[in-house]
Structure formats: C-alpha cells, structure tokens
C-alpha cells in the first residue's frame, strides 16, 4: 500500500462553500469542460458512481470509475472500482480555520503484481498526486472567487 498525499491547503471560503465546488461536478450542473471529465453513471442522494477521464499524455486518456461519496459539508470520498491499478481509496478532508477552510487531501493507493506491481504502482501514483494536486488548485480558486461575491 502506498500512501496518496497532497499538501493541505488553506482556503478563504467558508467550508460549506469548498465543499460545494467539490460537489458541484457530480451532483449539480456540469459546466461543457467538466463534462468532457466526468460523466456520473449513476446518483443516490449521497453518492455517486461516476467516469473520470484523465489526459496522461501522448494522446492518451485514462479512464477510472470510481464511488463519490459525500458527508456535508465535511468530507468527500472516492474509492476505485476500475482503473489502472486494483485499489484506491481517497477523502477530501475540509475543516474550518479562522472564517477560512483547510482542505486535506489523503489516500491509498494498492498494486498487486509483486515487483512489476509496485514499480507500476508508483508511476500510477505520481500522476495521480499530480491530478489531485490540481484540483485542488482549481477548488480554492474557485471557492475564493465565490467568497468574494
């Protein structure tokens, strides 16, 4: 198992406002762009089984099904039910801090395959912080443009 990690980071928005942006994608409307990421396959009043379609270069995409689970306003969940590797699990973690949020990012990431696994296991992972890493990027400047209005 491989640990999944991005820096935590502070946000100014309320926490309630985070935690929207994150959700938006996969429980409200989707803008064109994220629908050419994201196709929710099937919704229930707190979860989600959704297709995320990552670029991972040379003209590839990657494509993962992956549960979205959603505890308001604290936390959202993902665990993989299909992708490059057999198992990962992953939350975004929000809590508040001075009128403002901290998002944590955590998560898990397992191989089989013995050594071929794991060597594929870390190529898998870097691409994956680099993703999340991202989006985290895009939540707190989208969640900072919203406190601002």
């Not at 064109?32 to 099937?42: D, F, G, P, Q, Y």
């Amino acid at each position: 198992m491989r640990k999944l990690s991005v820096s935590p980071t502070d946000i100014q928005a309320r926490r309630e406002v985070v935690f929207e942006v994150l959700a938006e994608p996969y429980l409200g409307r989707q803008t064109r762009s994220v629908a050419e990421k994201i196709t929710v396959l099937e919704r229930g009043s707190d979860m989600v089984l959704a297709a995320h379609r990552t670029r991972v270069g040379a003209g590839l995409v990657a494509v993962t099904v992956e549960t979205v689970r959603f505890t308001r306003p604290e936390r959202v969940e993902f665990r993989l039910v299909r992708g490059p590797v057999p198992h990962v699990v992953e939350q975004f973690l929000l809590s508040e801090r001075d009128g403002g949020c901290v998002l944590e990012y955590t998560g898990e990431l397992g191989t089989d395959g013995w050594a071929a696994g794991a060597c594929w296991g870390q190529i898998v992972a870097r691409r994956w912080e680099t993703v999340v890493a991202d989006t985290v990027v895009t939540v707190k400047a989208e969640a900072e443009r919203r406190a601002r209005r």
